[in-house]
């Protein structure tokens, strides 16, 4: 594992987290931002959460001299991490659909509505 050290603590990253950033362009001052300013955190199954910015801080931070390219690309990252705090992985939050990380089953709303419309109506839901 390698390591990068922030402002105020060492950020360790697996190989293919580095890799990862590599092929997909992150930055590390990106990756800091979202290690130090991530509010949304998501549970992602097997020990890991995905942690990303909200909206909220995102228009917060807009305020501060932080560059927009900067906050921009934050704004579309998603930080894989494992329990013990090391980064996993780093995802495009643009391309990601969360089916790998999120751990919970998707849900098709179509297909309710199908349901609910045969009901009412009678017919088959297809």
């Not at 402002?7 to 800091?32: D, K, P, S």
């Not at 949304?40 to 390219?69: M, N, V």
């Not at 980064?87 to 969360?98: D, I, K, R, S």
Request: proline share 2%.
């Amino acid at each position: 594992m390698e390591s990068i050290e922030t402002a105020t603590e060492e950020i360790t990253m697996t190989r293919h987290a580095r890799t990862r950033c590599q092929q997909r362009g992150i930055q590390t001052e990106v990756l800091r931002l979202v290690l130090e300013e991530g509010d949304r955190e998501y549970h992602a199954g097997e020990g890991t959460f995905a942690l990303s910015l909200s909206h909220h801080t995102l228009a917060q931070l807009s305020f501060s001299d932080i560059p927009k390219a900067t906050l921009d690309q934050a704004a579309n990252t998603v930080v894989l991490m494992a329990d013990n705090g090391s980064v996993v992985t780093v995802v495009n939050h643009q391309t990601w659909t969360g089916r790998f990380y999120r751990g919970a089953k998707r849900h098709n709303p179509r297909r309710q509505r199908q349901g609910r419309y045969a009901k009412r109506y009678g017919g088959s839901a297809r």
